[in-house]
């Protein structure tokens, strides 16, 4: 059965600090691993996916690393903002069951102080 | 907005009614997904649809739940005698199609049960 965990549930840090996000998961058989952005009361916003036969993924400040083989992956966050602040959530997409599916973790709620 | 539309926003019902979840998918996306998310829980899966097919419903309660997305017209997720547990955050996403292709989400549907 896949599961993805992420740590720290929570962290806060003050502005401008460079931040790293963690994730593992169970099986290393998945497509793509993605991080998505959850604002409160809103939906979820992707950030980057990485797909299963590529290691890291850049998107301005975010950069995201995946180890299949270890099950890991992380999203490092340079320079943080206070808009920042979110819910960040890991998902795998992997075949369970006869289709593909996202898994996700439970997220890390980061909060960025000025 | 060519994104995914979720109507409505906020659900209100009351034990025993039924709660009706639309979800418009991205213009060109013919594969729709529905996800829960519980209070203090990640998402979990529930179905994952084609027009007017349902491909994987192993996510859904077995009772009450059940889930559609005609030829035309939005996907509906209907939950028939709504219990307290019931309560939760539905989102829907909709890609282009499996694997590769990433999911795009829309806002959610909180339905509260009174």
């Known amino acids: 059965k896949q599961e993805v965990t992420q740590i720290p549930a929570a962290l806060s840090v003050p502005e401008g600090e460079n931040l790293v996000l963690n994730c593992s998961f169970t099986d290393s058989a998945i497509y793509n691993l993605q991080w998505f952005r959850q604002d409160p009361g809103k939906g979820l916003t992707s950030l980057l996916l990485i797909q299963s036969s590529q290691r890291e993924q850049t998107s301005g400040r975010l950069n995201a690393s995946l180890d299949k083989s270890s099950g890991r992956s992380t999203l490092y966050i340079a320079a943080s903002q206070p808009g920042d602040s979110a819910t960040y959530l890991c998902?795998?997409?992997?075949?369970?069951?006869?289709?593909?599916?996202?898994?996700f973790g439970k997220g890390t709620k980061l909060t960025v102080n000025p | 907005n060519a994104g995914v539309m979720q109507n409505p926003r906020h659900l209100v019902r009351r034990r025993g009614q039924e709660a009706r979840l639309r979800c418009s998918p991205m213009?060109?996306?013919?594969?729709v997904y529905w996800y829960r998310q519980l209070p203090e829980e990640g998402l979990k899966f529930m179905v994952y649809?084609?027009?007017?097919?349902?491909?994987?419903e192993s996510g859904m309660p077995k009772e009450r739940f059940s889930a559609e997305f005609p030829k035309e017209g939005p996907s509906i997720l209907r939950i028939q005698q709504v219990v307290r547990g019931d309560s939760a955050a539905y989102f829907c996403a909709s890609s282009l199609g499996q694997g590769v292709q990433p999911q795009h989400f829309g806002d959610g549907t909180r339905l509260s049960i009174l």
């Open positions: 998902t795998i997409v992997a075949d369970m069951g006869g289709s593909e599916k996202l898994v």
């Open positions: 213009k060109g996306h013919s594969h």
């Open positions: 649809l084609q027009k007017e097919n349902i491909i994987d």
